[in-house]
């Protein structure tokens, strides 16, 4: 079980001058509250607000908001109320703890589109502090991560509602780290024999996808020292549920997925953006109609990249991906990004 000084240790770096002492409060009235209760899991209940309290604090967020996240079921699930939480730990805290136990009580019960859209409204307008989401998304994505010790109807019904509903908000939030994670672990519930296809065939690459990757990577970093361009490069594989989206939408096979690799390429300022992408059109031929400027013109969750797809070594397409370092914090962690309290 994750231990509660990992959590200090990270708020500690990320955040030096967060006063730790309410957290420590937190985590013990957590632990008190739910001492008798266990997850279906085995574990204590505990295990979930810090785990809970831990993606938080990956996020970077403030003390507050984590303190919220190691209380967010005590309302909920013991006799403990919004007012004793407000005594003890404040307004703010308060707040966010009763924004998480609304949201929870909302019932999912379409999948139709229009309803899955109108309740994504709902949750986004329901609160006045965006903190309230976040916690919330930091205990759906717990939730999902152990989400095999439930029976089959009910992990159908949360993987479901998280595809629907949570997955879209942290996108629309520009969460795209979260959202992804999100995505997968509902694909894998959702669609069991299609995840392992998908996830098969991408091992049975993973070697040769590796290796052409680092082969890219080098010849980037090489072609971008020549022209004086800072960067930092790295590669990815496409995202299982991304993969399978595209395979069902286009009707293709694996192998015809321009984007199944990419390499990013992260610089110190927007002008080295556009150089870097005329040094990879000057090196390898780009697809047509695969050039995106999302600079120029931000996506609405204020998502900023250039994007091309290009005929690479071997013969093989990959997507490469650039940006500035704040517009990559801002595409993983997307309004967690700003948030400065």
Wanted: net charge neutral; with cysteine; charged share 30%.
């Amino acid at each position: 079980m994750l231990q509660f000084e990992e959590i200090v240790r990270k708020v500690q770096v990320s955040r030096p001058g967060d006063d730790l002492s309410l957290l420590r409060k937190a985590y013990e009235f957590s632990a008190s509250e739910h001492k008798a209760q266990t997850r279906i899991s085995g574990e204590p209940f505990v295990s979930h607000p810090l785990a809970v309290a831990n993606v938080l604090a990956d996020m970077k967020l403030d003390v507050v908001c984590l303190v919220a996240g190691m209380l967010h079921d005590v309302v909920e699930d013991t006799p403990t109320t919004v007012d004793r939480i407000s005594q003890e730990f404040g307004p703010d805290v308060a707040r966010i703890v009763e924004g998480v136990t609304k949201i929870s009580r909302i019932e999912f019960v379409s999948p139709e589109a229009q309803q899955a859209e109108n309740l994504r409204k709902m949750v986004l307008a329901m609160v006045d502090d965006i903190r309230v989401v976040l916690v919330k998304l930091a205990d759906r994505l717990h939730n999902m991560r152990t989400l095999e010790h439930l029976a089959p109807d009910k992990r159908e019904r949360i993987a479901r509602e998280t595809i629907e509903i949570y997955a879209p908000i942290a996108h629309r939030l520009g969460m795209g780290k979260i959202r992804g994670e999100l995505e997968d672990l509902a694909f894998r519930h959702l669609e069991p024999q299609a995840f392992e296809d998908v996830k098969k065939a991408v091992e049975s690459r993973r070697k040769v996808s590796e290796e052409f990757l680092e082969e890219v990577r080098a010849l980037v970093d090489s072609k971008l020292k020549e022209h004086s361009i800072p960067a930092r490069i790295d590669g990815r594989i496409k995202r299982l549920f991304s993969i399978w989206q595209k395979l069902k939408k286009q009707h293709i096979n694996i192998d015809q997925v321009y984007d199944l690799l990419a390499i990013r390429i992260l610089t110190d300022s927007v002008k080295n953006c556009y150089a870097a992408l005329g040094v990879i059109h000057n090196t390898w031929r780009p697809v047509p109609g695969r050039i995106k400027d999302f600079i120029a013109i931000p996506r609405p969750n204020l998502y900023q990249s250039l994007h091309t797809s290009v005929i690479g070594p071997h013969g093989q397409p990959f997507e490469v991906q650039i940006r500035t370092e704040e517009m990559h914090r801002v595409a993983e962690e997307g309004i967690a990004a700003h948030w400065k309290y």
